[in-house]
């Protein structure tokens, strides 16, 4: 039993050292590029769930969404109370279109904001909801998108949620999370549920 004891100490001990030497060599400060992908269920939660975080801390945020649905939003709700700054796709938007310039153009007028907000020192968390989308249907151009994340203040985080998120931004983001779909109740016929889903 002692002996036991001995060596999970010291394994404890080991395991602390090395965590110890990582926070020490975590020396640089700057705002982060997070990409949020995958196919699983969590994406938006976990942008959203950062934002409020910011703003518990006091820090100014900022969201713009790709993709309206039909249904009322809860986190625009919340966070609008809270200061937080929102732009959402205009209706209209549905992948049924198929209309390529109806959808052009209300992308377009979302990324306006964007990148007045990716150019805002004000602004210390952007989240960029259901953004990769936009890169993936040619709505926005690569290329534009990534000189404005460059050229964004210094202090500033992105967070950039979406699916099969294109590989230049896995590239540029400094924390990247794949969530996986494991399962999902929409497979069991479950409807979508309210609070939960959206
Ligand atoms: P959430 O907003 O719940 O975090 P998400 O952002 O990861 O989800 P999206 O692809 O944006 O996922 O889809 C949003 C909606 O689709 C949510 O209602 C979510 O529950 C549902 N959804 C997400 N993943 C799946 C899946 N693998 N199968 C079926 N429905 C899904
Ligand atoms: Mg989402």
Redesign the pocket.
């Known amino acids: 039993m002692a002996q036991d004891q001995d060596r999970h100490q010291q394994r404890q001990q080991k395991l602390k050292q090395q965590v110890d030497e990582r926070i020490a060599n975590a020396t640089e400060e700057k705002g982060l590029l997070l990409v949020i992908t995958g196919?699983?269920?969590?994406?938006?939660?976990?942008g959203f769930g950062t934002v409020a975080r910011a703003v518990g801390h006091g820090f100014n945020c900022g969201v713009a969404q790709f993709?309206k649905g039909t249904w009322e939003n809860g986190e625009k709700n919340l966070l609008e109370k809270l200061g937080v700054t929102f732009h959402v796709m205009a209706t209209g938007f549905t992948w049924e279109t198929q209309n390529k310039q109806a959808d052009t153009d209300a992308a377009q007028q979302v990324w306006q904001e964007c990148k007045k907000m990716l150019q805002d020192p004000n602004l210390d968390v952007v989240l960029l909801d259901?953004l990769t989308y936009m890169v993936t249907y040619d709505y926005i151009d690569l290329e534009e998108l990534l000189t404005a994340l460059n050229q964004r203040p210094s202090h500033q985080s992105v967070i950039i949620?979406?699916?099969a998120a294109h590989r230049s931004l896995i590239e540029l983001a400094d924390t990247v999370s794949e969530?996986r779909?494991v399962k999902?109740a929409?497979?069991a016929g479950i409807k979508?549920r309210k609070g939960?889903?959206?």
Do not use: C, L, Y
């Open positions: 196919n699983g269920k969590g994406k938006s939660t976990s993709i259901e949620t979406g699916r969530v779909n999902h929409f497979d979508a939960i889903d959206w």
